[in-house]
């Protein structure tokens, strides 16, 4: 953002990104947290409420969630609705196994957006990367929270496996009522394993660019939402 | 513009205060507004029952202005508010 205000600095962010946790219950080859087992050293539910304390007294507008998968925590939901009393705004990624009808219902759709991650056009082709069956679970979250309002997005990371499905995830994104976006392919974590197989090559990148130009509501950038 | 009035943020809009005036969000985007207005307006404004007449007074006597001064550079913020939908006037009870 180049903004003279923001380059003077703000009183506080306008927003955060948090990792709620490392635990998944996916392993994508590309994972940029190298996310799956639960983290001991987690914030405690108490800990968590104090850090959306520390937020709202500055007044942070907007708390994006990430990991590992969000949903896996016992206390997510009431960690949501406790932000939301606060009147923080809530942009949450998952994979979407986790959400259920109850769980739906538990969010505030005037305050919370959510990101479910899919990295392929087909199920065969996603969960190649995913894992079996994330790509059936991830379409039922995004039925489940589009009837209910929620305002939804697709995320894809960019690799060579997605590369040749940008058109198919983006009429994809359009038939189920989401948006769609796509998030660069990180080093880090798994990623860094798999960097050299599943990186796009710099022809790829130019091209991904044009495309871009071209499909002006796909939204991008490192930060969430 | 009644100086009986109050405003209000519209839905899904925030705002909070900083050293060059008003920051506003609205997720539906854009979401940011910079609004270079100092200390003329404080974001409380926005979640108080203060009226716009209370508002002119309070910049009249911090800044010494007359009410006439206070009242125009008040309202060409409210108006740029009004227009960029991140506020609406509501008359005060």
Not at chain 1, 28 to 49: F, M, P, W, Y
Request: charged share 25%; glycine share 8%; net charge neutral.
């Amino acid at each position: 953002m180049s903004n003279q205000h923001v380059e003077e600095g703000l009183s506080a962010p306008v927003n955060v990104t948090w990792e709620l946790t490392y635990a998944c219950n996916l392993s994508c080859v590309h994972c940029l947290s190298d996310a799956g087992k639960l983290n001991t050293q987690e914030l405690t539910t108490e800990q968590c409420r104090d850090v959306v304390d520390q937020m709202a007294r500055n007044r942070v507008f907007q708390l994006n969630i990430g990991g590992g998968e969000p949903f896996i925590r016992h206390d997510f939901l009431d960690l949501m609705e406790y932000a939301h009393t606060k009147g923080i705004v809530t942009c949450i990624s998952t994979n979407g196994a986790l959400i259920t009808d109850d769980a739906a219902d538990r969010l505030n759709r005037d305050l919370v957006y959510v990101q479910v991650s899919v990295d392929g056009a087909s199920e065969s082709s996603n969960d190649t990367i995913r894992g079996k069956g994330s790509f059936r679970r991830a379409m039922r979250a995004i039925e489940i929270l589009t009837k209910r309002g929620v305002e939804v997005s697709i995320n894809t990371v960019l690799t060579r496996l997605s590369f040749p499905e940008l058109d198919a995830l983006s009429h994809l994104a359009t038939d189920v009522g989401a948006k769609f976006r796509v998030s660069r392919f990180r080093p880090s974590g798994r990623g860094k394993t798999t960097w050299k197989e599943l990186n796009v090559s710099k022809e790829q990148m130019i091209l991904f660019s044009d495309w871009l130009s071209e499909h002006k509501e796909v939204s991008t950038g490192d930060s969430f939402f | 513009m009644l100086t009986k009035s109050v405003y209000h943020l519209r839905h899904g809009v925030q705002v909070r205060s900083e050293n060059f005036g008003l920051l506003f969000y609205h997720h539906a985007g854009p979401k940011l507004y910079f609004v270079p207005s100092r200390d003329l307006i404080d974001a409380s404004f926005f979640y108080g029952e203060s009226t716009l007449a209370g508002l002119i007074g309070a910049v009249r006597d911090k800044r010494g202005w007359s009410e006439e001064t206070a009242r125009l550079r008040i309202l060409s913020i409210l108006r740029l508010l009004k227009s960029r939908g991140l506020v609406y006037e509501q008359p005060a009870c």
